[in-house]
T-cell receptor, first 114, second 113 residues
Framework: SQQGEEDPQALSIQEGENATMNCSYK?????LQWYRQNSGRGLVHLIL?????REKHSGRLRVTLDTSKKSSSLLITASRAADTASYFC??????????????FGGGTRLMVKP | DAGVTQSPTHLIKTRGQQVTLRCSPI?????VSWYQQVLGQGPQFIFQ???????GRGNFPDRFSARQFPNYSSELNVNALLLGDSALYLC????????????FGPGTRLTVT
């Protein structure tokens, strides 16, 4: 089963615009991560935010985490056509004796038009 | 440095057959995890292996099994294939069992007809 739900499921924007994707989850987490996937291939790790952090930046990416609402958002600023991909949030549970298992959401398909 | 490698890239099998997928982790990484990604969905955790021992198992039937070798490479086996097993199978490696940053391979696309 998938813990996270992502919103929207699909997003189409023009190059240069900002893209915002949201993720909600159900259980207590140790951290939340965002991944990108191009054309159904492997996942690329973008950013990890720990449960005691509220905001994190990496280049054009900004991630926020609200543990009280069990939600996170990923903002991509000044989008480029190369940002076209599917984006997934993944959570690592706080109490887990099963190693580093991640639970993924359903993903947001982002299309950036030139 | 080479990333996570998986073989084969694509595979077509018939219902009832068995399949073995292979994964080589990043050099120095001792943990390997397997995920199944059905088209249009996010990946689902199948197994994690660390130092040749199973560290975690997802909600998959016993038809799914895996093992890890002394060189930390891993195989995922699926018996008695069903149409619903058609998916992209992703392998991820990490330094240790509790390392949350995972590095994914390109995946193996399995089609069951």
């Amino acid at each position: 089963s998938q813990q996270g739900e992502e919103d929207p499921q699909a997003l189409s924007i023009q190059e240069g615009e900002n893209a915002t994707m949201n993720c909600s989850y159900k259980t207590s987490i140790n951290n939340l991560q965002w991944y990108r996937q191009n054309s159904g291939r492997g996942l690329v790790h973008l950013i990890l935010i720990r449960s005691n952090e509220r905001e994190k930046h990496s280049g054009r990416l900004r991630v926020t985490l609200d543990t009280s609402k069990k939600s996170s958002s990923l903002l991509i600023t000044a989008s480029r056509a190369a940002d076209t991909a599917s984006y997934f949030c993944a959570t690592a549970p706080r109490y887990n004796n099963a190693g580093n298992m991640l639970t993924f959401g359903g993903g947001t398909r982002l299309m950036v038009k030139p | 440095d080479a990333g996570v490698t998986q073989s084969p890239t694509h595979l077509i099998k018939t219902r009832g057959q068995q399949v073995t997928l292979r994964c080589s982790p990043i050099s120095g990484h001792k943990s390997v995890s397997w995920y199944q990604q059905v088209l249009g969905q996010g990946p689902q955790f199948i197994f994690q292996y660390y130092e040749k021992e199973e560290r975690g198992r997802g909600n998959f039937p016993d038809r799914f099994s895996a093992r890890q070798f002394p060189n930390y490479s891993s195989e995922l086996n699926v018996n008695a294939l069903l149409l619903g097993d058609s998916a992209l199978y992703l392998c991820a490696s990490s330094l240790a069992a509790d390392s949350y940053e995972q590095y994914f391979g390109p995946g193996t696309r399995l089609t069951v007809t």
